[in-house]
């Protein structure tokens, strides 16, 4: 095409992926296209606009590597991240939530009734559930996933003070689809600001925190895992959560432990207890394959 103007400019690049094969790809970008010109045209978006969008693309991927992803991040303060897990979501089955970029695969298994809080400040909280089918089945073959911040905000993942396995572990789930840790309360945290991301928060005054949460990983051979979170109803923040994770079911109360009718490495004051509904799939996979990239 020759003679490109305002007019024809979204047809002749909506074309130009007209050969795909893959007609969902196809789709995709093309529809894409339609909206990005349609919000170009809208906002009718200066030289300056987007050279300042490009150089922020640019610095997201200078300041990326293997273990951080500011693309992810900025997916996630968009309310993409929430928005793809909600349109995805498994009716039926606990609602899930961000995985968020502190997840790793290896955190140690630990037995039925475990103790996390081991030198770490803070109260000693049950965290106790069970792991259940959508008729209320418990699922005996089910494990959690669970990692947390320290109660200054911060996880051993990121934080070269803490030992590496600190407040995170697996836990095969007993006979009764049930799993316990004694643990701490995590506490609110702010998004990683050292990047475009932060810098973008920063210029605009929009506020960076996340509330406390508990983030799980929830499996059972033969059904869908789910990844969510654990939040608090003595949090105020669970009200501007910065990536949107929030959802009214995972607002939990946290009371007093009460007498406890099995073995626990270490006596809680405290109880958060939680039961996780799982919904059969026909083919088992890791959740974090459900959440590439982050
Ligand atoms: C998190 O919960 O760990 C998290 C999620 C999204 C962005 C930053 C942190
Ligand atoms: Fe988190």
Redesign the pocket.
Known sequence: MRDINVDNIMDAVQKSWAGATDERLKTLLQKFIFYLHDYIREVKLTHEEWLAAVQFLWSAGQISDDKRNEFA?LS?VMGVTSLVDLINATPGATIGS?L???YADDSPAVPFGADLVKTNEGEPVLLTGTVRDVDGRALPGASIDMWQTDIEGA?ATQDPEQADDNLRCKQACDADGCYAVTTVLPAPYT??MDGPVGALFTTTGRTPW?PA?Y?FIVRAPGYMPIVT?LFFDHDPLVDSDA?F?VREPLVRHVGPAGPVTFRLERQPARLLDYDFTLVRDTGYRPAEQLHPGQ
């Open positions: 991040l996630d961000v968020g970029p502190f996880y998004i990683p996340r949460h983030h979170e990536v994770g």
